[in-house]
C-alpha cells in the first residue's frame, strides 16, 4: 500500500510499545518485572464506576455534544475555580477522548508549515510528534538533574524567535517528576508576556504531588498570561481511570472552538459514559486520590533511594508523577559477555534480556543518559526488581 508520507516522519509510542513487550514475555510465562507502565496500578475508585452504571441503565448512551456534556463543561469549570482560581466559561472548554487527544486538537488548530514549538527536555513522547504531525518544528530546550530538570527564563528567552507560536510545559513532568514553583513560573511567564504565543499546560499530574507540595500553573502564577493558556488536564492519572479516555483542555473560545471543529470531523463527542464518569471523579468523594498519593510518596523514597545505592548511577529526587529517572551513563561502555552497552536503548534490551526487567530507555524522551522507571506497580516488584537491576549493573565489566 502506498502510505502518507506524514506516517514515516513519526514514530509510534515508544513507552506503550515497551509495555506491550513487557506484557507479551510474561504471557509466554516470562517472570518479567514491568517498570514501563505510564498507569496508576489502583482500580478505578467503586463511585465512578458506580457513576458509569447508572448511565448505561438510564440510557444514556448516545451521542452527546462534541466538546463534552454541559454537565461535564461545569464541573472542569468548578475544578479549574477550585484547585487552580482559574475562571472559565462553557465555550472555553473542550472534552476530548484523554488529555493526549486534547493535546492533539490543539496542535492541529494551532500550528502549522513553518511554526515553532518550544518544548523543554526531557519530554513526553507525544509532544514532538504531534507538533511535527501538524506541520512544526519541535523546537527543545536541554535541561539536566543539576538543574531539577528545569528550563530558565535566559533559556527560554534564548530560543524564542519570530516563528514561536507556543510552549509546551509539563509539571509534574513526564518522565522526570520534577516540579516547578510559584516564583519559577512567575519568572517564566514574565518571559512570555513580552512575546506573543500559546502556553499550553500540560496538569495531567497536578494531584499526584509529594514533599507537601502545592501546585502551581502558569496562569494560575501569572493570571496576566492566562488569555494565551492553555490547560490541559484529564481524569486518566487522578483516579486512575486511562482506560476510559476522558481529557479536557480549558482556553481561549476561539480556539476551543477550532478544536472541536477538528474532533467533529474525527472521532465526534467522547464515550458519553466516560463523561458520566468523570462528572463523579471531579464531583464527588476524593479519599482514593489522597490514598494513592501516599503510596505513590512511599515507593518514590524507596525507589530512589535504592537507585542512587547503586554504583555509578545518580537519580534525581522526583516530587511529583510516578517516574524515577535515574542517569546510568556512568556505565555506558561497560559490556556482558563481550557486548557493550553504548547508551540508554542497549541498556534496556540488557536489562530486558539478562535480567527479565522492562522499563524505558531516555532517548524515548529525548535524553540518552537516562532511564524511565514508573513506580506504579506493587511494592514487591519495585524491591524485586530493583534487586535484579542491582545484580545486573553489577555483573557488568
Ligand atoms: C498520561 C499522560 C497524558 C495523557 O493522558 P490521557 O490518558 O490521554 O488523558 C498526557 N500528558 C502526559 C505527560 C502524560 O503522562
Given at each position: 500500500?502506498?502510505?502518507?508520507?506524514?506516517v514515516?516522519?513519526?514514530?509510534?509510542?515508544?513507552?506503550?510499545?515497551?509495555?506491550?513487550?513487557?506484557?507479551?514475555?510474561?504471557?509466554?510465562?516470562?517472570?518479567?518485572?514491568?517498570?514501563?507502565?505510564?498507569?496508576?496500578?489502583?482500580?478505578?475508585?467503586?463511585?465512578?464506576?458506580?457513576?458509569?452504571?447508572?448511565?448505561?441503565?438510564?440510557?444514556?448512551?448516545?451521542?452527546?455534544?462534541?466538546g463534552?456534556?454541559?454537565?461535564?463543561?461545569?464541573?472542569?469549570?468548578?475544578?479549574?475555580?477550585?484547585?487552580?482560581?482559574?475562571?472559565?466559561?462553557?465555550?472555553?472548554?473542550?472534552?476530548?477522548?484523554?488529555?493526549?487527544?486534547?493535546?492533539y486538537?490543539?496542535?492541529?488548530?494551532?500550528?502549522?508549515?513553518?511554526?515553532?514549538?518550544?518544548?523543554p527536555?526531557?519530554?513526553?513522547?507525544?509532544?514532538?510528534d504531534?507538533?511535527?504531525?501538524?506541520?512544526?518544528?519541535?523546537?527543545?530546550?536541554?535541561?539536566?538533574?543539576?538543574?531539577?530538570?528545569?528550563?530558565?527564563?535566559?533559556?527560554?528567552?534564548?530560543?524564542?524567535?519570530?516563528?514561536?507560536?507556543?510552549?509546551?510545559l509539563?509539571?509534574?513532568?513526564?518522565?522526570?517528576?520534577?516540579?516547578?514553583?510559584l516564583?519559577?513560573?512567575?519568572?517564566?511567564?514574565?518571559?512570555?508576556?513580552?512575546?506573543?504565543?500559546?502556553?499550553?499546560?500540560?496538569?495531567?499530574?497536578?494531584?499526584?504531588?509529594?514533599?507537601?507540595?502545592?501546585?502551581?500553573?502558569?496562569?494560575?502564577?501569572?493570571?496576566?498570561?492566562?488569555?494565551?493558556?492553555?490547560?490541559?488536564?484529564?481524569?486518566?492519572?487522578?483516579?486512575?481511570?486511562?482506560?476510559?479516555?476522558?481529557?479536557?483542555?480549558?482556553?481561549?473560545?476561539?480556539?476551543?472552538?477550532?478544536?472541536?471543529?477538528?474532533?467533529?470531523?474525527?472521532?465526534?463527542?467522547?464515550?458519553?459514559?466516560?463523561?458520566?464518569?468523570?462528572?463523579?471523579?471531579l464531583?464527588?468523594?476524593?479519599?482514593?486520590?489522597?490514598?494513592?498519593?501516599?503510596?505513590?510518596?512511599?515507593?518514590?523514597?524507596?525507589?530512589?533511594?535504592?537507585?542512587?545505592?547503586?554504583?555509578?548511577v545518580s537519580?534525581?529526587?522526583?516530587?511529583?508523577?510516578?517516574?524515577?529517572?535515574?542517569?546510568?551513563?556512568?556505565?555506558?561502555?561497560?559490556?556482558?559477555?563481550?557486548?557493550?552497552?553504548?547508551?540508554?536503548?542497549?541498556?534496556?534490551?540488557?536489562?530486558?534480556?539478562?535480567?527479565?526487567?522492562?522499563?524505558?530507555?531516555?532517548?524515548?524522551f529525548?535524553?540518552?543518559?537516562?532511564?524511565r522507571?514508573?513506580?506504579?506497580?506493587?511494592?514487591?516488584?519495585?524491591t524485586?526488581?530493583?534487586?535484579?537491576?542491582?545484580?545486573?549493573?553489577?555483573?557488568?565489566?
Amino acid at each position: 500500500m502506498h502510505l502518507a508520507d506524514r506516517v514515516n516522519k513519526i514514530k509510534p509510542s515508544p513507552t506503550l510499545a515497551i509495555d506491550a513487550k513487557a506484557k507479551a514475555l510474561k504471557s509466554q510465562g516470562l517472570d518479567v518485572i514491568g517498570f514501563g507502565a505510564g498507569e496508576p496500578d489502583f482500580d478505578t475508585p467503586d463511585n465512578i464506576k458506580e457513576a458509569a452504571r447508572k448511565a448505561i441503565e438510564t440510557g444514556f448512551t448516545k451521542y452527546t455534544p462534541v466538546g463534552g456534556t454541559d454537565e461535564l463543561k461545569d464541573a472542569i469549570i468548578a475544578k479549574l475555580k477550585r484547585d487552580n482560581a482559574l475562571d472559565y466559561a462553557r465555550n472555553e472548554i473542550s472534552v476530548a477522548c484523554g488529555a493526549k487527544h486534547s493535546l492533539y486538537n490543539i496542535s492541529q488548530a494551532l500550528v502549522q508549515e513553518g511554526d515553532e514549538v518550544i518544548i523543554p527536555a526531557p519530554y513526553w513522547v507525544s509532544y514532538p510528534d504531534q507538533v511535527i504531525l501538524a506541520g512544526g518544528k519541535p523546537v527543545f530546550i536541554e535541561t539536566d538533574e543539576g538543574a531539577a530538570f528545569k528550563i530558565t527564563p535566559e533559556q527560554l528567552e534564548k530560543v524564542i524567535t519570530k516563528n514561536t507560536r507556543a510552549l509546551i510545559l509539563n509539571s509534574p513532568c513526564n518522565p522526570t517528576g520534577s516540579t516547578y514553583s510559584l516564583d519559577e513560573l512567575k519568572s517564566l511567564g514574565e518571559v512570555c508576556l513580552r512575546h506573543d504565543f500559546a502556553i499550553i499546560t500540560d496538569d495531567i499530574y497536578e494531584r499526584l504531588l509529594y514533599d507537601n507540595q502545592t501546585f502551581y500553573n502558569i496562569a494560575t502564577a501569572l493570571p496576566a498570561l492566562q488569555p494565551r493558556v492553555i490547560v490541559v488536564n484529564g481524569v486518566s492519572k487522578t483516579y486512575s481511570m486511562t482506560g476510559w479516555r476522558i481529557g479536557y483542555a480549558a482556553g481561549p473560545a476561539d480556539l476551543i472552538s477550532a478544536m472541536t471543529k477538528m474532533q467533529s470531523q474525527s472521532t465526534s463527542n467522547p464515550c458519553s459514559i466516560a463523561q458520566k464518569a468523570a462528572v463523579e471523579a471531579l464531583n464527588g468523594p476524593q479519599h482514593a486520590v489522597a490514598s494513592m498519593v501516599v503510596e505513590f510518596e512511599k515507593r518514590r523514597t524507596y525507589i530512589i533511594d535504592r537507585l542512587n545505592a547503586i554504583p555509578g548511577v545518580s537519580c534525581f529526587k522526583s516530587t511529583g508523577a510516578f517516574y524515577a529517572f535515574p542517569n546510568f551513563s556512568q556505565i555506558y561502555g561497560k559490556s556482558f559477555e563481550g557486548k557493550v552497552i553504548c547508551n540508554s536503548t542497549d541498556f534496556a534490551a540488557y536489562l530486558l534480556e539478562q535480567a527479565r526487567v522492562a522499563l524505558v530507555p531516555g532517548i524515548a524522551f529525548g535524553a540518552d543518559k537516562f532511564v524511565r522507571l514508573s513506580y506504579s506497580t506493587s511494592m514487591r516488584n519495585i524491591t524485586e526488581g530493583l534487586d535484579r537491576i542491582d545484580t545486573a549493573v553489577r555483573n557488568l565489566k
